[in-house]
């Protein structure tokens, strides 16, 4: 066999056994070194490539493709610093549990460590941010090295896809010559077998009946509370809505819980970052039993109530293994599917919560998000309210992505009873404002329309992912809040504590930037608007055209701060006056 | 002690010893956790701080900020994603030895690995890719931990400069609150020696007598060849000039050596690359021994000539232990430092090379010039010139940047006789296409006038860095060669061996930008020249004028590829005709 033969057949059965245990997209960015992969991956009939030259953003476009779709997405570069440029991409995946197939090419082993070009040490170069990573043989087209590359591509594809999900990195030495001989017909199908070469199967992490009949004695008739975080089964919603029926516990969910949707139902309650901020209704409201499912919401409020009561019962649940617990009051970790435990928690409940339990936390969370509105209905371009004009124009089955930062913060407070399904995403992993763009641009080619709501920090920092909308013609929505420079950091103690002008210089950052004209740059259109009429057309027309557009909302730091303690200061004159009047009977 | 007065002694002590030992310029991005190191870098008043946002341009920022200096530069970021964006610069310096220290923010030890926001884990982030990593102790200003923390940052300085220089990673851990007591005067000042805490001193490697000898033995009357990487020493020129005249040797000097200089002398050759690529060449030029400086050099065709002799006494002198022989011919490493041996050598030489080998390697290597740039001035707008063209406008002691693929391997063609000193760099330690935009804006600041040559590719890779040169007012002139798309893949065997419309879309990868809006949007002036004299008008303009300025030379990947061949089909008729003409006669 001629040695592009032997090439072809050994990558053609690699990529063939990714494409049959279910990849459908690969991310490349160009290189010479990875040509063997890059064309395989190109050639074969099942496999989609999107080209993409910042490994940077190139990484976080197959993340964002691995969200939406919830299947490994993968990333192929060139050998040097193209593969460190996917770190941040890795690391997010990682703790976000996102399947990524990361394969980078390399130098074989008389190359390295003696000062070749672009010769860098990729073994392990990763860490401890990937699931797996495996040194690939020097290609052979043998029986034996083509069982052994379809089960490699196998088992890539199950240990990125297998709870918890993650990345996982391959690296691929070849050496030169590095061109494929493509022309018989069955290149890829060397060794394979009809379906994928190893199938593989994982089971569900169920718990005894003992254990259910143990946890649902200490929810009966308690004061409990179910508390759902960023997660991603679309089952569990239902599941923990029946629970709180069950229960009579009130559900505090995370605008990325999935459970902030039409007809949620009183019990699911989204205020509670405003009204648990007063110390009256945090020292009222003390549960007996919380439950906890997916990571840990976004609202620092709900993290500083849950650690107040640290001598109460917290259970959290983790289908993983993982130990999502910043605030260390987890009493009991149960490693369990969420569904299952919650559907037969709800099967084994035998007592609900007093009535007024549950009648406090509903009206409470009412008042908050009344008052939330009116303030927010009273300003002009307030931050905040970007996020409820945007899910009034958005069409059904939208995605809404959010940048980290003020964005996911203001997507807690505002995205409130929504009267459509909106699938809400955010890179929740590291919380990261880098890739964002990227992200977001990865994710919808799942959807039909997506906005992305994005502060200019972190606009600016990954402005490069721009590229993939012109490319690959998607359709995305880009809100940027310019308040020019960190605005979170103005809610900090360093907006005090420094003296104003190193604050501004370390902390505010004000780029100056005018972003129209790179947009333009990229194909898309610009808008900067002044009003909310201005908004709502913008964003309209950007929904009905389709393509890239970007919205900017200018802003003022100071102003949005002090925007956000008003509101906050009238939730809490509402809540005293309520708890004072009304004072809960269980103390 | 409160414990803001607490923090500032512990992050005080820390800064003023980097400050002690030489540190002048740290690179801050912004953030919250890092807040500590953050006030006391810009409080302390020997210490410059430069903001970037974008922590992967950051990171090369402070690369140049090296690599001009020849001095560590500091990087801080806050935890999370934003240290592992620094990974591409880190890579890069490990490789090209240039020193840096990274600090990390990070969250302490009770917030780590249970679902924290922004808690990643970072240590040993960077893997082999750093010197030295250390996880710093939580703050505390006891005597001890004064001493701990002056040590480390002395620690962290001595190894990130001692040879080979390169970068080392320290992290730190910070409790809340963040906040530092700077209304001391002393606050830096806690714990501190007159001079540095602990000085460090380093010995140079020399070798015996006796092994001089025997390499000097080894050398006389042979027919030798001295070859000079990239390197940064600014005694090893002339060392190398003045071993050149005592051996006869002529010196193959790669444009990264700063050997190609005023007056460099004729045994200083600098053309090899066109004519070491003729067979005839080749074959007739079989040398005794070889000695070998510095790094790789840029040329393969200097490489494959090397190999091609592999059984010839091949010498490589590394002054720090390192194997930089990719080609694996050496029979001969020596560790020691290569000014001191190439002196010693001087001394102990007895007997030349015979004229006719140097005359043969002479005539050619004019041939090879008078050739290329006979070629060169027939042409338009084409890719090579443009480093001829620029090293007549540039100013003396000016510094040209250039960027990797192909701007490196024209400057090797094109920097040819210069008339006046100019210093060259290049990221040669990975050879990378990202940070080049701001690893030279960090160089900048050490030059009066700095010009960068770079693809268009590589260009847009690294545009956030031109943000730099925005807020600190930089002075950078920026030649982006455009063949929109990646020009070096048309040399290589993928350009034939693939379809054409896969190797476009894979290797070409044309993205249509045209990018003069985003350069104004970072302040700076775009020019499109059409001729030589437009672009001696813009870029003559942009050196007197400062500050940022772009200037598109717009080519054609297949015409530049045609004519670099016909350049090299040229050199190769004069070479074989003169090579049969006077065939030498030590064979």
Redesign the interface.
Same mark, same amino acid.
């Given at each position: 066999m001629s040695a592009a033969r032997t090439l072809a057949a050994y990558v053609g059965a690699f990529v063939d056994e990714l494409a049959k245990n279910g990849l459908s997209h690969a991310v490349?960015s160009?290189g010479?070194r990875s !040509?063997p992969l890059? =064309?395989a991956l190109?050639?074969h009939p099942k496999l989609r490539?999107w080209?993409h030259?910042?490994?940077?953003s190139a990484g976080f476009f197959a993340l964002g493709l691995a969200k939406a779709t919830g299947k490994p997405a993968a990333l192929l570069c060139t050998s040097? !610093?193209?593969a460190?440029?996917y770190?941040?991409a890795?690391?997010?995946a990682k703790?976000a549990r996102v399947p990524l197939v990361v394969l980078t090419a390399d130098r074989p082993h008389?190359?390295r460590?003696?000062?070749?070009?672009?010769?860098?040490?990729q073994l &392990?170069?990763y860490?401890?941010?990937v699931k797996w990573f495996s040194e690939m043989a020097i290609p052979e087209a043998s029986e034996q090295l083509l069982r052994y590359v379809r089960t490699a591509a196998g088992r890539a594809i199950a240990t990125a896809s297998g709870g918890p999900m993650g990345p996982i990195h391959l690296n691929f030495p070849f050496r030169e010559?590095?061109?494929l001989d493509l022309s018989s017909p069955d290149w890829y199908r060397q060794g394979e077998r009809a379906d994928a070469y190893v199938r593989v199967m994982e089971g569900n992490r169920g718990i005894g009946k003992r254990e259910v009949e143990r946890l649902a004695a200490a929810c009966n008739g308690k004061r409990g509370l179910i508390v759902c975080g960023p997660q991603d089964d679309s089952d569990l919603p239902t599941a923990i809505a029946e629970l709180a029926d069950v229960t009579g516990f009130p559900v505090l969910a995370d605008p990325l819980s999935g459970l902030r949707r039409p007809g949620q139902g009183e019990k699911i309650l989204d205020s509670y970052d405003a009204f648990l901020r007063t110390s009256e209704a945090k020292t009222a409201l003390v549960p007996e039993v919380v439950l906890r499912f997916g990571?840990?919401p976004v609202s620092k409020t709900l993290t500083q109530y849950l650690s107040t009561y640290s001598d109460v019962l917290q259970v959290v649940v983790d289908p993983y293994g &993982?130990?999502?617990?910043?605030v =260390?009051t987890a009493a009991e970790m149960v490693y369990a599917d969420p569904v299952t435990l919650a559907q037969a928690l709800t099967a084994t409940v035998r007592a609900r919560a007093s009535k007024e339990w549950g009648h406090t936390w509903q009206r409470l969370d009412e008042m908050a998000r009344a008052a939330m509105v009116r303030e927010a209905e009273r300003q002009e371009l307030s931050e905040g309210r970007v996020i409820s004009e945007l899910v009034d124009l958005l069409p059904e089955h939208s995605l809404l992505f959010v940048g980290n930062s003020m964005p996911v913060r203001d997507l807690d407070s505002f995205l409130i009873r929504p009267q459509k399904l909106i699938r809400t995403m955010a890179n929740r992993g590291?919380?990261?404002i880098? &890739?964002v763009i990227s992200t977001a641009l990865g994710a919808s080619f799942s959807f039909e329309r997506t906005a992305l709501v994005i502060g200019d920090?972190s606009f600016?920092?990954d402005?490069?992912g721009l590229?993939a909308a012109?490319?690959h013609q998607l359709n995305l929505t880009i809100i940027v809040v310019n308040n020019d420079g &960190?605005g979170?950091?103005s809610f900090?103690?360093?907006a005090e504590?420094?003296s104003s002008a190193?604050f501004e210089?370390?902390?505010g !950052?004000p =780029?100056?930037?005018?972003?129209e004209?790179?947009v333009?740059?990229?194909g898309g259109r610009f808008t900067r608007v002044k009003s909310w009429n201005d908004f709502r057309e913008a964003v309209g027309g950007s929904l009905e055209d389709g393509g890239l557009h970007v919205v900017e909302v200018p802003t003022v730091r100071s102003v949005n701060v002090a925007m956000h303690r008003e509101r906050w200061n009238h939730v809490s004159v509402d809540v005293e006056q309520y708890l004072q009047k009304e004072a809960p009977t269980w103390k």
């Open positions: 490349i160009p010479s !040509t890059a =064309l190109e050639a490539v080209m030259v910042d490994e940077r040097g !610093t193209a460190a440029n770190f941040p890795v690391v997010e703790l008389e190359l460590d003696v000062g070749a070009p672009q010769a860098i040490d &392990g170069l860490g401890t941010h010559p590095l061109l990571a840990m &993982g130990w999502r617990d910043p =260390l590291a919380n990261g880098d &890739g920090l600016y920092h402005l490069n590229l012109k490319l &960190g979170i950091f900090l103690p360093q504590g420094s190193s210089r370390l902390f !950052t =780029l100056g930037l005018d972003y004209p790179a333009r740059m990229y």
